[in-house]
């Protein structure tokens, strides 16, 4: 808990400060006068004034934000202060070009900064798993388009994907794009091509399961215990530590994956699994214990899944792409226009019906998962940081009252009428944009309540 709440405050106050920078630093080059620059709200726990600048560098005691006080006549406090005020330099008396650059520039603060991480992540991650396919699950969708073990991935929809993560990127596109699946592959030094049916819609849930829901997941070399819970049948079977899984009833064990279904099919069944023990390879008798699980999908229909209690763990093929910083940077910005164009089409879908809003993740969600990237590594904690800038940015660019895109849109609207947008259509604007703004965030709570229950 504790990791999870300073992973989350640590990552909110980068993303909050590169944000407000962007507002602060074209403000300042549009020769607008700044009064405070602030991480959070509420009262400040840190307050400094710059001596050459006169602005005040502020982090308040409510995280969730930060602001950029400018010099606006229709801001009573910006009037106020230590600072004298020169009126010229005021927001407000400002051409309309030089407004609209400075409020657009938060959100491009932060798809520029995950354009940077990820590139980041691509020259310290010069490789991947392999593409190499595991056993597809039985009756899966993999297994009716025809992948078969051991079948090399090429690309998918015509996507190069030199390793899995590409791989599950690309399906996840398909999937949000309703795009149909071909898949390229290398089966026994022949390229082939493999098509679902067109009326064949992906099956699984956008997100980290989608794979396995396709019953497609990569070829592990090995695939070996790293824990045996107490009291389990796998303790009482004489399971142990490292531990190398070789069959299961005489199926092949392929990936960790495919050992967790084959033991998730067998309740309450005796199974034989043979695996080797330091030089010896041994048959093991087992019963996997009874649980009940939610149905497919997380719905509500209850089944019942054997369980063993052996935490396992695959060791996968490895395959490296160095890449330079100039590649890295290209590779990494162009990853960041995708996601971008991803979260945008996901939320156009959810407003149009037709995906759910249990997608949408709130502060408790958000949290859980920074405390879980940083606790595997700096890596997965620069990945996470990575997808929630995109995540900031485009949600900042929508045309809702009260964010940055609500400004832009007011601002376009000026400049093709020729005059500002009347304070009584702001002021209606606003109360739309406070309601829509408390309409998400309400259905985002909800979601991280009914995730903890």
Not at 122 to 151: C, I, K, W
Not at 262 to 288: F, K, M, Y
Not at 395 to 415: C, K, S, T
Request: charged residues 15%.
């Amino acid at each position: 808990m504790l990791n999870s709440l300073v992973s989350f405050l640590v990552a909110l106050g980068i993303l909050v400060f590169i944000h407000e920078w962007g507002h602060y630093a074209v403000a300042r080059y549009c020769g607008v006068q700044v009064m405070r620059f602030s991480v959070g709200f509420g009262r400040p726990l840190f307050r400094w004034v710059s001596r050459k600048t006169g602005v005040e560098w502020v982090v308040s005691w409510i995280p969730l934000g930060g602001y950029v006080r400018m010099l606006d006549e229709r801001d009573p406090e910006s009037l106020t202060g230590a600072q004298a005020v020169d009126l010229d330099r005021a927001f407000n008396r400002k051409p309309v070009g030089h407004r609209f650059a400075i409020v657009l520039a938060g959100p491009v603060a932060n798809l520029l900064l995950a354009g940077f991480l990820y590139a980041l992540l691509n020259y310290s991650q010069p490789g991947g798993v392999a593409t190499t396919v595991a056993s597809p699950s039985p009756g899966s969708f993999a297994e009716q388009m025809g992948l078969r073990a051991q079948d090399r991935i090429q690309s998918v929809n015509g996507q190069s994907t030199p390793n899995w993560g590409e791989v599950s990127w690309a399906l996840l596109k398909a999937k949000l794009f309703s795009q149909g699946l071909v898949l390229t592959i290398e089966r026994n030094g022949s390229v082939i091509s493999l098509q679902a049916p067109s009326n064949a819609p992906l099956p699984g849930d956008i997100g980290p399961t989608l794979n396995r829901d396709l019953g497609l997941m990569p070829f592990e070399r090995k695939v070996l215990v790293g824990s045996v819970a107490q009291g389990s049948p796998a303790e009482k079977a004489g399971f142990q530590r490292q531990d190398q899984l070789l069959t299961v009833d005489h199926v092949p064990v392929q990936s960790a994956a495919q050992f967790t279904r084959l033991i998730q099919d067998r309740p309450a069944r005796e199974v034989q699994i043979e695996l080797i023990r330091g030089n010896e390879t041994i048959t093991v008798t087992a019963t996997p214990e009874a649980v009940a699980s939610n149905g497919p999908g997380g719905t509500n229909t209850k089944a019942m899944i054997g369980r063993l209690g052996l935490g396992i763990g695959g060791q996968p093929d490895w395959v490296e792409h160095p890449r330079n910083a100039l590649s890295a940077i290209q590779s990494g910005f162009g990853r960041m226009v995708e996601v971008s164009v991803f979260s945008l089409a996901a939320l156009v879908k959810m407003i149009m019906g037709e995906l759910s809003v249990e997608h949408l993740s709130g502060p408790v969600s958000i949290a859980a998962a920074a405390g879980e990237s940083s606790s595997l590594g700096i890596l997965p904690f620069i990945a996470f940081l990575a997808m929630v800038s995109v995540s900031l940015g485009v949600l900042n660019l929508l045309p809702i009252p009260l964010l940055d895109g609500g400004h832009l849109m007011y601002y376009l609207a000026e400049i093709v009428r020729g005059k500002p947008v009347s304070e009584q259509v702001q002021m209606w604007g606003q109360k739309i944009g406070m309601t829509v703004i408390a309409l998400l965030t309400s259905v985002a709570l909800f979601n991280d309540i009914h995730r903890l229950l």
